[in-house]
Protein backbone atom coordinates (compact mmCIF):
# COMPACT_ATOMS: atom_id res chain seq x y z
CA UNK A 1 0.00 0.00 0.00
CA UNK A 2 1.06 3.71 -1.00
CA UNK A 3 2.20 5.05 2.24
CA UNK A 4 3.57 8.67 0.83
CA UNK A 5 1.54 10.13 -2.48
CA UNK A 6 -0.13 12.80 -4.14
CA UNK A 7 -3.57 13.77 -3.50
CA UNK A 8 -5.70 13.66 -6.46
CA UNK A 9 -9.19 13.53 -4.95
CA UNK A 10 -12.40 11.12 -5.63
CA UNK A 11 -12.76 9.00 -7.87
CA UNK A 12 -15.95 7.10 -9.46
CA UNK A 13 -16.56 4.82 -11.72
CA UNK A 14 -20.09 4.21 -13.88
CA UNK A 15 -22.00 2.75 -11.14
CA UNK A 16 -21.40 5.35 -8.31
CA UNK A 17 -18.45 3.49 -6.98
CA UNK A 18 -15.98 6.23 -5.01
CA UNK A 19 -13.11 6.00 -4.44
CA UNK A 20 -9.70 8.36 -2.96
CA UNK A 21 -7.12 8.62 -5.65
CA UNK A 22 -3.28 8.32 -4.86
CA UNK A 23 -0.46 8.87 -7.06
CA UNK A 24 2.81 7.36 -5.38
CA UNK A 25 5.98 7.94 -5.44
CA UNK A 26 6.86 5.70 -8.19
CA UNK A 27 4.12 6.81 -10.91
CA UNK A 28 1.51 4.03 -9.86
CA UNK A 29 -2.30 5.12 -9.06
CA UNK A 30 -3.67 3.34 -6.02
CA UNK A 31 -7.79 3.47 -5.65
CA UNK A 32 -8.90 3.23 -1.99
CA UNK A 33 -11.90 2.56 -1.53
CA UNK A 34 -13.58 5.86 -0.25
CA UNK A 35 -16.36 4.08 2.42
CA UNK A 36 -14.26 1.59 4.92
CA UNK A 37 -11.36 3.24 4.31
CA UNK A 38 -10.37 5.38 7.95
CA UNK A 39 -7.67 7.90 5.82
CA UNK A 40 -5.55 9.03 8.67
CA UNK A 41 -2.48 11.22 6.78
CA UNK A 42 0.04 14.66 7.47
CA UNK A 43 -0.05 17.12 4.86
CA UNK A 44 3.41 18.57 3.93
CA UNK A 45 4.12 21.76 2.36
CA UNK A 46 3.57 22.94 -1.87
CA UNK A 47 0.91 21.75 -3.62
CA UNK A 48 2.46 19.56 -7.04
CA UNK A 49 1.30 18.93 -10.64
CA UNK A 50 -1.14 15.94 -10.81
CA UNK A 51 0.75 14.80 -14.17
CA UNK A 52 -1.60 14.10 -17.29
CA UNK A 53 -3.95 11.59 -18.16
CA UNK A 54 -3.85 9.43 -21.23
CA UNK A 55 -6.69 9.07 -23.68
CA UNK A 56 -4.86 7.98 -27.13
CA UNK A 57 -5.24 3.83 -26.28
CA UNK A 58 -1.58 3.52 -25.97
CA UNK A 59 -1.50 5.81 -22.86
CA UNK A 60 -4.50 5.59 -21.01
CA UNK A 61 -5.11 7.08 -17.25
CA UNK A 62 -3.28 9.10 -14.92
CA UNK A 63 0.51 9.31 -16.01
CA UNK A 64 2.55 11.49 -13.70
CA UNK A 65 4.31 14.39 -13.78
CA UNK A 66 7.58 13.54 -15.53
CA UNK A 67 9.44 16.95 -13.42
CA UNK A 68 7.71 16.42 -10.47
CA UNK A 69 6.78 20.06 -10.88
CA UNK A 70 4.79 22.35 -8.12
CA UNK A 71 1.91 24.54 -9.32
CA UNK A 72 0.76 27.97 -7.68
CA UNK A 73 -2.74 27.53 -9.24
CA UNK A 74 -4.68 24.65 -11.12
CA UNK A 75 -3.28 21.34 -11.09
CA UNK A 76 -1.17 20.61 -13.79
CA UNK A 77 2.27 22.49 -15.06
CA UNK A 78 2.28 23.88 -18.51
CA UNK A 79 4.20 21.05 -19.72
CA UNK A 80 1.55 18.21 -18.72
CA UNK A 81 -1.07 20.41 -19.65
CA UNK A 82 0.23 20.70 -23.23
CA UNK A 83 0.80 17.16 -23.40
CA UNK A 84 -2.60 16.14 -22.34
CA UNK A 85 -3.82 18.30 -25.05
CA UNK A 86 -7.58 18.75 -23.70
CA UNK A 87 -7.45 22.24 -22.88
CA UNK A 88 -7.34 22.90 -26.66
CA UNK A 89 -10.67 21.58 -26.74
CA UNK A 90 -12.24 23.98 -24.90
CA UNK A 91 -11.73 26.69 -27.29
CA UNK A 92 -11.68 24.80 -30.66
CA UNK A 93 -13.98 25.80 -33.57
CA UNK A 94 -12.56 23.86 -36.31
CA UNK A 95 -12.55 20.20 -37.36
CA UNK A 96 -12.00 17.02 -35.46
CA UNK A 97 -9.00 16.41 -37.32
CA UNK A 98 -6.95 19.67 -36.53
CA UNK A 99 -7.24 18.28 -32.83
CA UNK A 100 -4.24 16.69 -31.25
CA UNK A 101 -3.90 13.35 -31.65
CA UNK A 102 -3.89 11.99 -27.97
CA UNK A 103 -7.54 13.10 -27.73
CA UNK A 104 -8.91 13.17 -31.36
CA UNK A 105 -10.22 9.59 -30.97
CA UNK A 106 -11.87 10.68 -27.64
CA UNK A 107 -13.43 13.78 -28.77
CA UNK A 108 -14.83 12.21 -32.01
CA UNK A 109 -16.93 9.59 -29.78
CA UNK A 110 -21.07 10.24 -29.32
CA UNK A 111 -21.42 12.82 -26.48
CA UNK A 112 -24.30 14.48 -24.58
CA UNK A 113 -25.49 17.18 -23.49
CA UNK A 114 -27.08 17.90 -19.82
CA UNK A 115 -28.78 19.90 -17.18
CA UNK A 116 -27.56 19.40 -13.48
CA UNK A 117 -29.17 20.29 -10.70
CA UNK A 118 -27.24 20.66 -7.21
CA UNK A 119 -30.13 22.10 -4.84
CA UNK A 120 -31.18 25.84 -3.64
CA UNK A 121 -32.12 26.87 -7.37
CA UNK A 122 -28.41 26.03 -8.98
CA UNK A 123 -27.99 24.40 -12.06
CA UNK A 124 -25.34 24.21 -14.59
CA UNK A 125 -24.89 22.95 -18.37
CA UNK A 126 -22.60 20.30 -19.42
CA UNK A 127 -21.13 17.50 -21.51
CA UNK A 128 -20.16 13.95 -20.86
CA UNK A 129 -19.62 11.44 -23.41
CA UNK A 130 -21.52 8.26 -23.53
CA UNK A 131 -18.71 5.96 -22.22
CA UNK A 132 -18.61 7.91 -19.21
CA UNK A 133 -22.31 10.02 -18.53
CA UNK A 134 -22.99 8.86 -14.85
CA UNK A 135 -19.41 9.05 -13.98
CA UNK A 136 -19.14 12.87 -15.25
CA UNK A 137 -22.44 13.47 -13.15
CA UNK A 138 -21.14 11.52 -10.15
CA UNK A 139 -17.89 13.83 -10.28
CA UNK A 140 -19.89 16.98 -10.72
CA UNK A 141 -21.70 16.17 -7.20
CA UNK A 142 -25.01 16.91 -9.25
CA UNK A 143 -28.27 15.59 -7.22
CA UNK A 144 -30.30 15.05 -10.29
CA UNK A 145 -29.78 16.00 -13.86
CA UNK A 146 -31.72 15.67 -17.28
CA UNK A 147 -29.77 14.55 -20.85
CA UNK A 148 -31.33 16.67 -23.09
CA UNK A 149 -29.73 15.70 -26.57
CA UNK A 150 -27.49 13.41 -27.98
CA UNK A 151 -25.03 14.75 -30.24
CA UNK A 152 -22.05 13.44 -32.13
CA UNK A 153 -19.12 14.55 -31.15
CA UNK A 154 -17.34 16.01 -28.21
CA UNK A 155 -17.45 19.33 -30.49
CA UNK A 156 -20.55 19.40 -31.75
CA UNK A 157 -21.65 19.10 -28.27
CA UNK A 158 -19.82 22.13 -26.98
CA UNK A 159 -21.34 24.35 -29.33
CA UNK A 160 -25.13 23.64 -28.08
CA UNK A 161 -23.25 23.88 -24.17
CA UNK A 162 -22.32 27.56 -25.40
CA UNK A 163 -25.57 28.33 -27.19
CA UNK A 164 -27.44 27.47 -23.71
CA UNK A 165 -24.95 29.45 -21.54
CA UNK A 166 -25.76 32.72 -24.41
CA UNK A 167 -29.49 32.78 -24.82
CA UNK A 168 -30.56 30.63 -21.52
CA UNK A 169 -28.15 32.07 -19.47
CA UNK A 170 -27.01 29.27 -17.51
CA UNK A 171 -23.90 29.08 -16.65
CA UNK A 172 -20.94 25.90 -17.44
CA UNK A 173 -19.55 25.80 -13.63
CA UNK A 174 -20.40 25.64 -10.03
CA UNK A 175 -17.72 26.66 -7.18
CA UNK A 176 -17.15 23.26 -5.44
CA UNK A 177 -17.53 24.85 -2.21
CA UNK A 178 -20.65 26.02 -3.11
CA UNK A 179 -21.96 22.91 -3.78
CA UNK A 180 -20.90 21.51 -0.60
CA UNK A 181 -22.79 24.95 1.26
CA UNK A 182 -25.73 23.67 -0.49
CA UNK A 183 -25.80 20.65 1.33
CA UNK A 184 -25.88 22.41 4.93
CA UNK A 185 -29.44 23.94 4.64
CA UNK A 186 -33.02 21.87 4.49
CA UNK A 187 -33.58 20.14 1.39
CA UNK A 188 -36.44 20.02 -0.31
CA UNK A 189 -38.41 17.27 -0.67
CA UNK A 190 -36.82 14.85 -3.93
CA UNK A 191 -39.86 15.66 -5.97
CA UNK A 192 -39.43 18.98 -5.80
CA UNK A 193 -35.88 18.26 -7.01
CA UNK A 194 -36.99 16.67 -9.91
CA UNK A 195 -39.22 19.17 -10.59
CA UNK A 196 -36.22 22.27 -10.62
CA UNK A 197 -34.04 20.45 -12.91
CA UNK A 198 -37.00 19.74 -15.12
CA UNK A 199 -37.99 22.94 -15.26
CA UNK A 200 -34.43 23.77 -15.89
CA UNK A 201 -33.75 21.60 -18.96
CA UNK A 202 -37.13 22.78 -20.40
CA UNK A 203 -35.78 26.59 -20.40
CA UNK A 204 -32.14 25.48 -21.82
CA UNK A 205 -34.01 23.23 -24.63
CA UNK A 206 -35.61 26.48 -25.68
CA UNK A 207 -32.32 28.28 -26.45
CA UNK A 208 -31.20 25.40 -29.07
CA UNK A 209 -32.30 24.55 -32.52
CA UNK A 210 -35.38 23.36 -33.42
CA UNK A 211 -34.71 20.35 -35.36
CA UNK A 212 -32.61 18.76 -32.85
CA UNK A 213 -34.25 15.77 -31.33
CA UNK A 214 -34.33 15.84 -27.15
CA UNK A 215 -33.88 12.29 -25.80
CA UNK A 216 -34.71 13.95 -21.81
CA UNK A 217 -33.43 10.94 -20.00
CA UNK A 218 -33.36 11.40 -16.12
CA UNK A 219 -30.45 10.89 -14.18
CA UNK A 220 -30.80 10.31 -10.72
CA UNK A 221 -27.47 9.41 -9.14
CA UNK A 222 -27.36 11.56 -6.25
CA UNK A 223 -30.78 10.22 -4.42
CA UNK A 224 -28.83 7.50 -2.39
CA UNK A 225 -26.18 10.58 -1.27
CA UNK A 226 -29.66 12.40 -0.68
CA UNK A 227 -31.10 10.22 1.57
CA UNK A 228 -27.88 9.69 3.49
CA UNK A 229 -27.98 13.56 4.38
CA UNK A 230 -31.39 13.68 4.98
CA UNK A 231 -30.97 10.98 7.58
CA UNK A 232 -28.00 11.05 9.26
CA UNK A 233 -27.59 15.33 9.08
CA UNK A 234 -30.38 17.47 9.81
CA UNK A 235 -28.03 19.96 9.94
CA UNK A 236 -24.52 18.61 8.87
CA UNK A 237 -21.57 21.37 9.38
CA UNK A 238 -19.18 22.45 6.02
CA UNK A 239 -15.67 21.91 6.26
CA UNK A 240 -12.50 22.32 3.54
CA UNK A 241 -8.92 21.94 3.73
CA UNK A 242 -7.43 25.10 4.94
CA UNK A 243 -4.43 24.20 2.64
CA UNK A 244 -1.47 24.30 5.72
CA UNK A 245 0.25 21.29 7.02
CA UNK A 246 -0.59 19.29 9.41
CA UNK A 247 -2.49 16.28 10.59
CA UNK A 248 -6.25 15.12 9.24
CA UNK A 249 -8.51 12.21 9.46
CA UNK A 250 -11.41 11.31 6.86
CA UNK A 251 -13.50 8.65 8.03
CA UNK A 252 -16.72 8.61 5.32
CA UNK A 253 -19.93 7.19 5.12
CA UNK A 254 -20.76 8.61 1.47
CA UNK A 255 -19.38 11.55 -0.59
CA UNK A 256 -20.43 13.31 -3.56
CA UNK A 257 -18.43 15.00 -6.49
CA UNK A 258 -15.82 16.28 -4.00
CA UNK A 259 -18.08 16.23 -0.38
CA UNK A 260 -17.01 13.81 1.72
CA UNK A 261 -20.00 13.00 4.63
CA UNK A 262 -17.44 12.36 7.37
CA UNK A 263 -18.39 11.05 10.61
CA UNK A 264 -17.39 13.96 13.53
CA UNK A 265 -13.98 12.73 15.11
CA UNK A 266 -15.05 14.44 17.80
CA UNK A 267 -17.85 11.97 18.20
CA UNK A 268 -20.93 14.39 17.60
CA UNK A 269 -23.90 12.70 15.43
CA UNK A 270 -23.93 15.22 12.99
CA UNK A 271 -22.00 14.38 9.77
CA UNK A 272 -19.27 16.66 8.59
CA UNK A 273 -19.14 18.02 4.92
CA UNK A 274 -15.39 17.95 3.96
CA UNK A 275 -14.98 19.58 0.63
CA UNK A 276 -11.40 18.09 -0.21
CA UNK A 277 -11.04 20.83 -3.29
CA UNK A 278 -7.90 22.37 -1.80
CA UNK A 279 -6.44 19.00 -0.56
CA UNK A 280 -5.99 18.02 -4.32
CA UNK A 281 -2.21 18.46 -5.29
CA UNK A 282 -1.01 18.22 -1.60
CA UNK A 283 1.63 15.44 -0.97
CA UNK A 284 0.33 13.61 1.77
CA UNK A 285 1.91 10.91 4.60
CA UNK A 286 -0.57 8.10 5.40
CA UNK A 287 -0.20 7.39 8.81
CA UNK A 288 -2.68 5.01 10.57
CA UNK A 289 -1.79 6.09 14.21
CA UNK A 290 -3.12 8.90 14.31
CA UNK A 291 -6.51 9.22 16.08
CA UNK A 292 -8.95 12.14 16.81
CA UNK A 293 -7.55 15.68 15.73
CA UNK A 294 -8.70 18.98 15.39
CA UNK A 295 -11.25 19.74 12.81
CA UNK A 296 -9.76 19.41 9.35
CA UNK A 297 -10.56 22.02 7.89
CA UNK A 298 -11.88 25.87 8.17
CA UNK A 299 -15.63 25.44 9.30
CA UNK A 300 -16.48 28.57 7.30
CA UNK A 301 -17.38 28.57 3.50
CA UNK A 302 -19.35 31.58 3.12
Known amino acids: MISTALYCGTHWDEQGRWFYELLGEDGNTELLPGV ?30 PKGARVESGRQCESCRLTEGWSVVHNHRGPLAALPAQVRDYIAQPHHLYIAYFGDGMTKVGTASAVRRNRRLFEQGALVARFIIDSPDGLHVRELERAVTEHAGIGQTVAGVTKTRILTKPLRPWSALEAAVAAAADHAASALPAELTRTDVTWSGGREFYDTIRTRGRFPKAVEFSGEPGEHLLDAVAAHGHTIACRDPAGASELLLVNDSRLIGRRIHLDPDIIAVPEPAQTSLF
Open 36 to 65: GTRLAFRVTEGRFCLGYRGFDGVRWGRLAC
